[in-house]
Structure formats: C-alpha cells, structure tokens
C-alpha cells in the first residue's frame, strides 16, 4: 500500500490565480515520503486531474487520497468529479466529465464547507474593516446554485459557518448571501437599513476574480457597506485545512 495526495481544485487562466494554490501546497507540513499532486479541473495544460493520477500511479501509488478544495459540498463541480473518480454510479446533475482512467484505489475528502479553520480564515480577511463590532453583522457571500439540493448544500454549510463566524468574531451578527440564487441586495439592505448594522461583506472564495472584483460589488449596488475583497487565499491556514483532510483519509485508509 502507498498512498499518494491528489488536491483537485477549478483551475484558471489567470498564472496568478494557480501560484496561490501551489503556494498553499508549498506549505503543506506532510511526510516527505507522501508523493502530492495539484491539479485542476479544467484550463491548466499539463495539470489536469488525468494528469495528476497519472504522474501519482506512475510513482507506485495505489491509494489516491484526495482533497476537493473547493468552498462547499453543494457545488456541482464536487458532485462530477466524485462520479469521474469512481466514487458514485452516476453524477446528481449532468455532466460532460467523463470517468478518469484509475488503477488505484480512491478516497474522496470533503470542501472547506463549515469547518472551523474556514470560520478563522473568514475572521482574518474581515477583521480590518471592523471599527465597532457592536454595531456591525459579517455577510459571508458566496457563489451558491440554482439547482435543488446542491442549493441547500451551500445554505446548510454556509448558515453553520456563518454562526462560527459570530461566534469567533464577537460582532453583533453573521449572515450569508447567494449570488445564485441571488440573495446578496436583500441580505444586505435587510441587515443595514432595517437592523441599523454597518454590514462588513466577506467573500467566500478560494481566490479573487470576476466574481469579487465585480459581481459582488455590482449585487451590493448603492448600498452603505465596507468590503476589502479579500478571499481566502493567500492564508497559511488553508494549508492546515489540507493537511486535516489528508489525516482523515489516512484514517480511512489504515482503519
């Protein structure tokens, strides 16, 4: 038995966007004998998920531990992969991803969901905006999705995350907000003109882009908020978080 890491996250054109996660995974604290691989789902030639099995199994790994970093269990992208892994019969909503060529075993971890390093990560990239935490609720967004029962997948993670956040923050509130589907004005006008909050807006994203340099600004419109922007990466803690998830799988793999 030889276990080897294979961090599987969306990718992007964006250079910038795949040296924060190698970045991340630069700072992994893992035995040196444990072989780890990043790839990603689509647009990084060379570094996609086929690749990355490939390169593992060709260094004699026979058990694939591998970590979806993506923010939460409702995004569609965590349902297909887990079918083009072999993890499921068939995928919840239609996908063109088809089955990866595997000859190890494969154990599937989690997204970032409401784990409490998350809830810490949030906390750090908003706490710069607070001035007086009594007076102030954290408005977690996030991307979310239109389909049934991915939708509730983002809300259930997302209100138990929110509530880490309060509770870690000591602010007066936490709420979150969906671009899909889009909830973000409603949330955030509730908040600041009908409770009387300064609402700071943390977006919850593995990295900046489209979506938090202009669709989250663009939702929130002309209402009185203080956003940085600011997403998860770059934080140390993220590479705590992967190295969580490669322990329970390891306890999976020598239970």
């Known amino acids: 038995m030889k276990p080897g890491v294979l961090i599987i996250c969306h990718g992007s054109q964006d250079k910038a966007w795949v040296q924060l996660v190698d970045d991340a995974a ?8 444990l072989p780890v691989e990043i790839s990603f789902l ?23 531990l591998v970590v979806p970093l993506f923010v939460s269990s409702g995004s569609t992208h965590v349902d297909e992969i887990g079918y083009a892994l072999g ?18 075993r494969v154990h599937y971890g989690y997204p970032a969901g409401d784990d409490p390093l998350i809830a810490e ?8 905006l607070s001035q007086d935490l009594s007076r102030e609720m954290i408005l977690l967004v996030a991307h979310g999705s239109i389909h049934d029962g991915f939708r509730q ?6 209100s138990s995350l929110a509530e880490k956040v309060h509770l870690l923050s000591g ?3 936490a709420d979150f ?11 955030a006008a509730y908040w600041n003109q009908e409770r009387g909050y300064d609402v700071l807006v943390a977006p919850l994203f593995l990295s900046a882009g489209y979506f938090t340099n202009v669709v989250v600004p663009r939702r929130l419109g002309d209402l009185t908020y203080r956003y940085s922007g600011e ?3 770059p934080h140390p803690l993220l590479a705590r978080w992967i190295e969580r998830q490669v322990e329970v799988l390891m306890g999976r793999l020598n239970a």
């Open 42 to 64: 689509e647009l990084v030639t060379g570094r996609l998920i086929q690749d990355g099995i490939n390169r593992l199994e060709a260094q004699g790994v026979t058990d694939l």
């Open 177 to 187: 907000a969906l671009l899909n589907p889009e909830s973000v004005h409603a949330k």
């Open 121 to 128: 990560m949030v906390w750090d990239k908003v706490r710069g």
């Open 26 to 33: 630069a700072g992994l604290r893992l035995p040196e004998d």
């Open 87 to 104: 993890i499921k019969d068939e995928p919840e909503k239609e996908t063109d991803l088809e089955r990866f060529e595997i000859h190890s």
């Open 153 to 158: 997948r983002w809300e259930r993670e997302l």
């Open 171 to 173: 602010a007066a509130a």
């Open 231 to 233: 997403t998860l990466l």
